[in-house]
């Protein structure tokens, strides 16, 4: 908690951003060489199970929430950015 009364989470921006940054470079990579479900699946499983161990220690129970939320979102998202990719490089392969 902070001095105004505001409450923020244990991350920091920059580190979220990085943790983007850092994970869109292999799947970007993976995806461009039609590697779609092992850009999807192993940074999803990655993400999920790294989430999960660091979290595991909370005294509540809460942190399954968040680590399913994470899951869903990480899916969802490299599954977009994986499709968007695919089909950018499937259309400059085809020229």
């Not at 989430?51 to 942190?63: E, K, N, P, R």
């Amino acid at each position: 908690m902070h001095a105004d009364g505001s409450v923020s989470g244990p991350y920091a921006a920059w580190q979220v951003i990085g943790l983007v940054l850092t994970l869109l470079v292999p799947v970007c990579w993976a995806a461009s060489r039609r590697h779609v479900a092992a850009a999807v699946l192993g940074t999803t499983a990655g993400l999920t199970t790294a989430a999960g161990y660091d979290w595991s220690d909370d005294g509540s129970g809460l942190f399954v929430i968040g680590v399913g939320i994470l899951l869903a979102g990480s899916l969802v998202v490299t599954t977009a950015v994986s499709a968007l990719i695919g089909a950018l490089t499937r259309d400059s392969r085809s020229r």
